[in-house]
């Protein structure tokens, strides 16, 4: 038996030969054309040795050259290792070489750190972009002028076909072997069974395609059923909006910090897109930004739940049942998600309806485990089940909420403290804009509760804690309240808590 995900842009030329696959500002590429150039850049990378079963990274920002580049990539059977456009070149030199990368593609506003990392992990750089160094081959010319090869290599359906490096919270971060599997079987349940979309929908693509969600629910999605996807580099919430009018997008996908973002723009703004739907996943979604965004823009937005581990969607507020805001939705088609006993370790045991607990999965979105790290896999897959590492709860009717992450509770005084529910109740304060509830150390009840808050308009720490007092329990509401114009986050936009306890805690 054998698979190739290079079949759904392959398919998507074929059926859907002149939609609009891609946007870039002005630049236009229909579906024919995209695979065709795809197919351009496997026969360079084959000339540059590349075959089956090789590693090539790819540092590349939201342009056509990343799916280029990842489905060129793929179609000669090779695995493509996505790195995170802002590390550095000690940060890529250690997925290089962890990876066992044969080549780098990297784009020029990114080559200061790239071709750094690459010279240290000894592996050859490919560009692509004007404005690079001139003695480093650019993969995109000559793409241009490369017989394009004939078709796709096929591979098995356990094959990898991405390895993704999961930001580790303690160590070095791990590669999470995605197979042809994973996707194909997450790419088509998305389609089929979990949300609307088709041919005729356009997505705004800002989720950045490095990290699994852009590039499975957004990217490989889009290309599935002949969508077009428009590009935008850099998230910016007034641009977002403008994009969103402009292109006349029918669907938005991001995360938490975006739909922040485009409510603040939506303040100095007029413009309102007619949107179909509205994805959230990344992160926890505070069910106030889901009223508000619904107030603003007449648009429900549908939460979803999964990890780099999964593929990336576990479960999804899906068509065919009534969303349940607050929760994360069901089981996608084919998955099973359960609450386990999060204390224990070495064995998964299921706990009755409605108990707090670990969110355990099972089914075709689990990866094949970490590259090179058997203990590290064998701890993350228990009894064919994923731990998840993150809290919550399963009602009767099938819908998951999440309490939180299990690392980030905080233990005050021997109570449990769950950040999450303390961040609902504090973004219903005028003067709260966006907050992250964070441990620190105390000497008295071993950690104290912290909001970290960026401000809306004026407001004291002192208000904020006398306010907090009156709508929480005495164990759960801050003592402290930290301003701060920003948050350092992840990949995906999700506010790296351990970053600020670190920032914090002296």
């Known amino acids: 038996m054998s698979l190739t995900i290079a079949s759904m842009l392959a398919e998507s030329a ?28 496997a026969a360079v990378l084959r000339e540059q040795g590349i075959g089956p079963g090789d590693k090539v990274a790819v540092l590349l920002p939201n342009t056509p050259h990343f799916p280029l580049a990842y489905y060129g990539t793929i179609a000669l059977g090779a695995v493509v290792v996505p790195v995170h456009a802002l590390l550095k070149a000690e940060e890529i030199e250690y997925v290089l070489s962890d990876s066992g990368a044969k080549a780098l593609i990297c784009a020029a506003p990114l080559l200061g750190e790239g071709t750094k990392g690459a010279e240290l992990a000894g592996v050859p750089v490919l560009a692509v972009m004007d404005g690079g160094d001139a003695s480093i081959t650019r993969i995109d010319t000559l793409a241009l002028s490369a017989t394009p090869i004939d078709t796709y290599v096929q591979r ?11 930001s580790g919270t303690t160590g070095y971060p791990k590669g999470a072997e995605i197979t042809h599997l994973n996707i194909t079987m997450n790419v088509a349940v998305l389609a089929q069974h979990s949300f609307e979309i088709d041919q005729n929908d356009t997505i705004l693509g800002c989720l950045p395609l490095f990290h699994t969600f852009g590039q499975t629910v957004c990217m490989n999605t889009g290309f599935y059923v002949g969508a077009t996807v428009v590009l935008l580099p850099r998230f910016d919430g007034a641009q977002a909006l403008e994009l969103l009018v402009n292109e006349q997008c029918t669907m938005f996908m991001g995360v938490p910090t975006m739909y922040v973002g485009l409510i603040e ?60 805001p607050g929760t994360v939705g069901k089981a996608i088609w084919g998955v099973d998600v359960e609450i386990a006993r999060a204390e224990l370790d070495d064995r998964i045991e299921l706990l009755p309806t409605g108990e707090l607990g670990e969110i355990v999965v099972r089914g075709h979105n689990v990866f094949k485990g ?16 994923f731990r998840t590492g993150d809290l919550g709860t399963k009602d009767e009717e099938g819908y998951v909420t999440i309490v939180d992450r299990k690392k980030d509770m905080v233990v005050r005084g021997g109570y449990n403290v769950y950040p999450r529910d303390v961040e609902e109740v504090l973004l219903r304060h005028p003067g709260v804009s966006q907050v992250a509830v964070i441990g620190l150390p105390d000497a008295k009840y071993g950690e104290e509760v912290v909001a970290v808050v960026v401000k809306d308009g004026e407001v004291t720490e002192a208000e904020i804690v006398a306010w907090s007092k009156q709508q929480l329990a005495a164990y759960k509401y801050p003592r402290r309240v930290i301003f701060t ?9 999700k506010i790296l808590k351990r970053e600020l306890v670190v920032q914090y805690k002296d």
């Open 156 to 166: 098995e359906p356990e094959d990898t076909a991405v390895i993704l490096y999961t």
């Open 370 to 385: 970490y590259l090179n790290r058997p203990e590290a896999t064998a701890a993350a897959i228990i009894d064919g089940w």
């Open 485 to 493: 114009q920003s948050f350092p986050l992840g990949p995906s936009g």
């Open 265 to 324: 723009a939506a303040k100095t703004s007029e413009l309102r897109p007619q949107l179909k739907a509205a994805l959230s996943g990344g992160a926890a979604l505070p069910l106030a930004v889901l009223e508000r965004f619904a107030e603003v823009f007449g648009t429900q937005i549908l939460e979803g739940y999964g990890l780099t581990e999964t593929s990336p969607v576990a479960t999804f507020n899906q068509v065919g049942f009534e969303p349940k």
């Open 14 to 41: 074929t059926r859907f030969a002149d939609n609009t696959a891609v946007v870039l500002g002005d630049l236009r590429l229909t579906y024919a054309q995209l695979w065709a150039h795809a197919k351009q850049y």
